[in-house]
């Protein structure tokens, strides 16, 4: 999404930064593991392919995507790559709805896992969604045997609207009403977005 493109937002413990051409081999990397596969409901992609859904996820309209930078290693370092943990999404299901978005999310570098950095990615991306896109709910799909994922979601305030046996997988959602998006702010104090 052309939006983001040049958009930052610090966090506490993580940066959030647009996907770029530099960030695509790290990123093939990860994806080349059968676990993330798994846990993403991911086919594997060849390094050009890989090129392409970084052009497709930066012209698109309908998808917003950043990837996840450690702040200590990004503010210490400058160095985006090295400081590369993960990435999250978000993509309008319906392209007459704009109301409506699929989030995901993804920690890739394991030392950065159990450490609460998905869930504040996650904020911070409910946070833009709603701030810069006028997201009003929220979905979230994910495959039933990623557990960590699913209690992520209960934390942040998701129900579970569906379960497929079929897709093995379930379907959680989220309304931005008041008393949501006055948690979710609470939960981002140290907020900042930087938009160029």
Not at 49 to 71: A, G, H, P, R, V
Not at 122 to 137: A, K, P, Q, R, S
Not at 174 to 180: H, I, N, P, S
Request: proline share 3%; hydrophobic share 40%; aromatic share 10%.
């Amino acid at each position: 999404m052309r939006l983001n493109k040049d958009t930052i937002i610090n966090g506490k413990n993580v940066v959030l930064v647009s996907y770029k051409k530099e960030h695509v081999l790290k990123y093939h990397t990860w994806m080349a593991d059968p676990e993330l596969q798994l846990l993403t409901a991911s086919e594997p992609l060849s390094l050009e392919e890989e090129y392409q859904m970084q052009k497709s996820w930066l012209n698109d309209l309908d998808k917003c995507t950043f990837i996840i930078l450690e702040k200590t290693i990004y503010d210490g370092t400058g160095d985006e790559i090295a400081a590369m943990i993960g990435d999250t999404n978000l993509f309008f299901i319906d392209p007459d709805n704009k109301k409506l978005a699929e989030c995901e999310i993804m920690i890739a570098e394991p030392t950065a896992r159990g450490k609460r950095r998905g869930m504040e990615a996650m904020c911070l991306m409910f946070y833009y969604g709603i701030e810069m896109l006028g997201v009003e709910t929220f979905q979230a799909k994910i495959g039933l045997a990623n557990e960590k994922s699913i209690k992520m979601f209960t934390k942040l305030g998701f129900t579970e609207v569906g379960r497929s046996e079929i897709f093995k997988e379930v379907t959680m959602l989220r309304l931005v009403d008041t008393k949501w998006k006055k948690w979710l702010y609470e939960q981002i104090p140290f907020c900042k977005m930087n938009i160029k």
